[in-house]
């Protein structure tokens, strides 16, 4: 069975600075989907960013880069110049690319950003 | 567009009561998951709608969940005979296909008394 693991219970960081959210997973698979949702107090889960396992170029959305170790199996996410609006929960989440799709989410780490 | 919506928001309950829960996904998804998120247990996956084929449930907790989908659009949740443990906030979410990115509701807040 497929695990999703994030370490990070809580972080924080000053606004306008770097901060790196871990995630690992296990797999057995070599064709499969990453993806990091946001979930603000709304609990409005919102797509921040997505990665296919054949690519092996790191995937950026804006702010939001990833860092995929595919053999290491390791999916980090990079927030670079950190905004109050960044403040949420972060989820890290897989999907196969087959079969079914229901996503596997890690436990989530809670982003606090400083003033 | 109009995004994934859910109702109700907000569902407060006594013990033993039936709920239904609504969501509403985007048009032309034709996948439609349904999650649980509680307190400690993170999020789990409950059940799948693929277009016309049959449902997967092999996520559902217990044979007191069932689920729906009218006409490939709408899907309707319902719990019966309702727990306290079933106090949690249940997730819709759509995608335009197997391979494509789920796109989330907004959550109803399911509280059992």
């Known amino acids: 069975a497929q695990t999703v693991t994030q370490s990070q219970p809580e972080m924080s960081v000053q606004e306008a600075e770097t901060v790196t959210l871990s995630c690992t997973y296990d797999?057995?698979?070599?064709?499969?989907?990453l993806f990091w949702y946001k979930q603000p107090p709304s609990r409005q889960m919102i797509l921040v960013i997505r990665?296919?396992?054949?690519?092996?170029q790191n995937a950026t959305e804006n702010r939001f880069s990833v860092n995929f170790q595919k053999a290491a199996k390791s999916f980090s996410l990079k927030i670079s110049d950190s905004q109050l609006g960044d403040a949420a929960m972060y989820f890290c989440?897989?999907?196969?690319?087959?079969?079914?799709?229901?996503?596997?989410f890690g436990t989530g780490t809670r982003l606090t950003i400083i003033p | 567009g109009a995004g994934v919506s859910q109702s109700p928001s907000n569902k407060v309950t006594e013990k033993g009561k039936d709920v239904e829960l609504r969501c509403d996904p985007i048009?032309?998804?034709?996948?439609l998951y349904w999650y649980r998120q509680s307190l400690g247990q993170g999020l789990e996956f409950l059940i799948y709608?693929?277009?016309?084929?049959?449902?997967?449930k092999s996520g559902l907790p217990s044979d007191r969940f069932s689920a729906e989908r009218t006409g490939g659009s709408v899907s309707t949740l319902t719990i019966q005979r309702t727990q306290q443990e079933d106090s949690a906030v249940y997730l819709c979410?759509?995608?335009?296909?197997?391979?494509?990115?789920?796109?989330f509701g907004p959550g109803t807040r399911l509280l059992v008394l």
């Open positions: 048009s032309g998804h034709t996948a």
């Open positions: 709608f693929q277009g016309n084929s049959a449902p997967d």
């Open positions: 797999t057995s698979e070599s064709d499969y989907y």
């Open positions: 979410a759509s995608s335009p296909g197997t391979v494509g990115t789920q796109y």
């Open positions: 989440a897989y999907k196969p690319n087959f079969g079914n799709e229901k996503l596997t």
């Open positions: 990665q296919e396992a054949y690519k092996q």
